[in-house]
């Protein structure tokens, strides 16, 4: 069957660097690939990290497309993902996952002249497979249209997590990439940081303060949580976030954290399954420290816009459309309430996420530009005639 692939959602230099890309290593593959538009090729590439990126992927799903995320972020909601930066030989295992989706043998692309192949990745989840689909019942509207107020088919959602108690000053520990320990308490989209001699009191707070080192374990019941701080990575035997909800209940002190050997560390990890980015764990502490409002330090009558477009959960489906009324522009949580069709208390918990991840912030009015003053004076008269 003829194998094709589109690009669109992306700046011209972006789509020049994906077509060289593609060109080399469709040739390596064989050529057994075509280029079309994105209205005729089976799978689109799309830029989910530019503004209109999201926009073309709620077409294109709605239009039945076959989707690949192009992102630095660690997750994407698209069908598939390639991650920036991208060089023709991660096109090439992406060429290849895309064939033997579609029940195509492709083979190993031959590597460049001098060149070894480039290892495979070792970072994806489970859902970002090439198996992986979105878990949505129905296809999403096309924004603009007649049911633009509700972007999402509306799915069940658990009730609100109130009992989780609010936790003081979550900050934005991290940058949207959440890769360097060192931006922990240096976001500039945080309008209070944990104060370096502040002690952290929950879950949510000690993982976001950059007070924890090493490799870790912490117990809350039943549940078990392996914190690598070094590798900015969290091991759980849950692959989704809300069977962790509980260990983000209550007070926790630093004697909670018990340091893990190498040995125990391997087996215990093995037994779990793969890692899974600490900024992700980061996100859902904050997205439950609010109970429903904004976290101490942020006004609940302030405006909040997103710096890009965010990461989402596929068990919070109505988030996608809070980040997309967000991304229209600063607003207040309930004007985003009312333009997503989405609860005020569920919208205070997401801006609370994106507030300590990096993605949102807090909007400031610009200052207004101070008029010079007009000479006085005798002179100064003189002058103005």
Same mark, same amino acid.
């Given at each position: ?13 972006? /789509? ?42 709620? =077409? ?5 497309? %076959? ?5 630095? *972020? ?34 190993? *692309? @031959?590597? !460049? ?6 290892? %495979?990745? %070792? ?8 198996? &992986? ?12 249209? &007649? ?33 360097? !320990? ?13 104060? @370096? ?17 090493? $490799?870790? $374990? ?20 849950? #692959? #989704?976030?809300? !069977? ?22 391997? =087996?215990? #990890? ?40 965010? %990461? ?22 309930? /004007?985003?309430?009312? &333009? ?15 507030? *300590? #991840? ?6 400031? /009015? !610009?200052?207004?530009?101070? /008029? ?14």
């Amino acid at each position: 069957m003829p194998l094709s692939l589109g690009l669109t959602g992306m700046d011209p230099a972006t /789509e020049s660097e994906l077509q060289s890309a593609f060109t080399d290593a469709n040739a390596r593959l064989g050529s057994r690939w075509r280029l079309l538009t994105d209205s005729e090729a089976d799978y689109v590439i799309v830029d989910m990290d530019s503004m209109y990126g999201p926009m073309s992927w709620l =077409r294109l799903h709605a239009a039945g497309k %076959q989707v690949i995320g192009l992102t630095d *972020a660690a997750r994407t909601q698209a069908d598939f993902r390639l991650t920036r930066p991208f060089d023709s030989d991660s096109m090439g295992e992406l060429l290849q996952s895309l064939a033997g989706h579609a029940g195509e043998e492709l083979g190993h *692309a @031959a590597p !460049p002249a001098g060149m070894t192949p480039a290892p %495979q990745p %070792q970072d994806e989840l489970p859902e970002e497979l090439p198996h &992986a689909a979105i878990e949505e019942d129905d296809a999403p509207v096309e924004p603009g249209s &007649a049911a633009a107020g509700s972007l999402l088919p509306e799915l069940a959602m658990p009730e609100h997590p109130s009992a989780m108690p609010p936790a003081a000053n979550i900050s934005a520990p991290a940058t949207a990439s959440g890769e360097s !320990p060192a931006t922990l308490t240096d976001h500039a989209g945080a309008a209070e940081a944990v104060r @370096a001699d502040a002690q952290p009191a929950t879950l949510a707070e000690w993982i976001s303060s950059g007070k924890l080192s090493g $490799r870790l $374990r912490y117990r809350r019941d039943d549940a078990a949580l392996l914190l690598d701080t070094k590798a900015r990575q969290y091991f759980a035997g849950a #692959t #989704t976030l809300k !069977p962790l909800a509980p260990l983000f209940q209550g007070s926790v002190v630093e004697d909670d954290f018990e340091p893990v050997d190498e040995a125990d560390w391997g =087996r215990e #990890t093995a037994a779990i399954g793969a890692p899974q980015p600490l900024q992700r764990l980061i996100w859902f502490g904050a997205l439950l420290a609010g109970g429903g409002q904004l976290v101490a330090g942020f006004d609940p009558e302030g405006r909040y816009h997103m710096l890009k477009w965010p %990461q989402t959960e596929r068990e919070y489906p109505k988030h996608f459309r809070v980040a997309t009324a967000m991304m229209k522009g600063p607003a207040t949580i309930e /004007e985003i309430a009312q &333009a997503s069709g989405v609860p005020a208390p569920d919208v205070a918990d997401f801006v609370n996420a994106n507030l *300590a #991840t990096g993605f949102a912030d807090a909007f400031q /009015e !610009p200052e207004p530009e101070v /008029e010079p003053s007009k000479p006085s004076g005798l002179f100064g008269r003189l002058r103005g005639r």
